[in-house]
Nanobody
């Protein structure tokens, strides 16, 4: 079992930056693919970024590529999402997710563990 707790959300202006963190419980953190998803009001949850456990494989949604950076610290059981050049359309609840295995995935149903979410609001 993995428990995930996100932090770092907030309200920033367009062009600003935020760093989200997701702390995971458990002793086998490096064996999990970690990902960030987001869900805006009235929209489906969508993939943002994913990172594999130890081989450094990373995937980004086109909408955030070049602006967001996902990283992980296996010693701290934590995954991060550095978000730069934020836009109003980035406003959403951001969720951390985990799945056993080695391959990054973009599908919501591929992830069995989810955090409670953290609100990110970008003002124009």
């Amino acid at each position: 079992q993995v428990q995930l707790v996100e932090s770092g959300g907030g309200l920033v202006q367009t062009g600003g930056s935020l760093r989200l963190s997701c702390a995971a419980s458990g002793r086998t953190f490096s064996s999990y693919v970690m990902a960030w998803f987001r869900q805006a009001p009235g929209k489906e949850r969508e993939f943002v970024a994913a990172i594999s456990g130890s081989d450094g494989n990373i995937d980004y949604a086109d909408s955030v590529k070049g602006r967001f950076t996902i990283s992980r610290d296996n010693a701290k059981n934590t995954v991060y999402l550095q978000m730069n050049s934020l836009k109003p359309e980035d406003t959403a609840v951001y969720y951390c997710a985990a799945r056993r295995g080695w391959l990054t995935e973009r599908r919501v149903r591929s992830y069995g563990y989810w955090g409670q979410g953290t609100q990110v609001t970008i003002s124009s």
